[in-house]
């Protein structure tokens, strides 16, 4: 709790620094993102569904190919982050890429679990929060705008059915895990 004030505080800090730098530039690209995945594909990872040995084997040169680095900030990785991407009309989720991230890059990807790891003091939300300004270059409205047009969207999409295509990891995926798992 403690620790979550503390965050907070060096979060709107860095805010203020941050909204001074904004109003003289283009708004600012966000290279680090919330990604939410729909509920009713929650579970059907290809971390998941790929055999033991072959997942590790892609995880590693994942690994290898950013030397160890967080694809997003540079930070030393230790999480192979699947980056999906979703098609609203036809409601297909496909697996686009695999990419190394740090634990608190991971954090902010998975802001929902975050929450609720948060409240059970597991995690410091507010550290999240300030891995994004801090990497987007952004203040603490730019955050709350993107958290809110995240979740409108992840409760949009969980309303329906999707099809999974995994994409160039198509392979990896046992001809029965045709994304519902055993
Ligand atoms: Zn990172």
Redesign the pocket.
Known sequence: MKEEMEWHKKAKALSERNSVQMKSGAPPTLR?TVELVPKPLWGRSLAKLAPRSEWGALRQQVFEKYAGK??????T?RIAHEVWEYNDAAHVQRLRDIIP??????LVKHLGRTGVLAAQGEVVQSQAIY?FLE?NGCDLKTFYAHERQVFDTWHERSRHKWTIDYGPYAHLVRPDGDGTLP
Do not use: F, P, T
């Open positions: 680090l967080c694809a997003i900030c540079g930070a990785a991230i740090c634990d608190v890059c991971n891995h990497v």
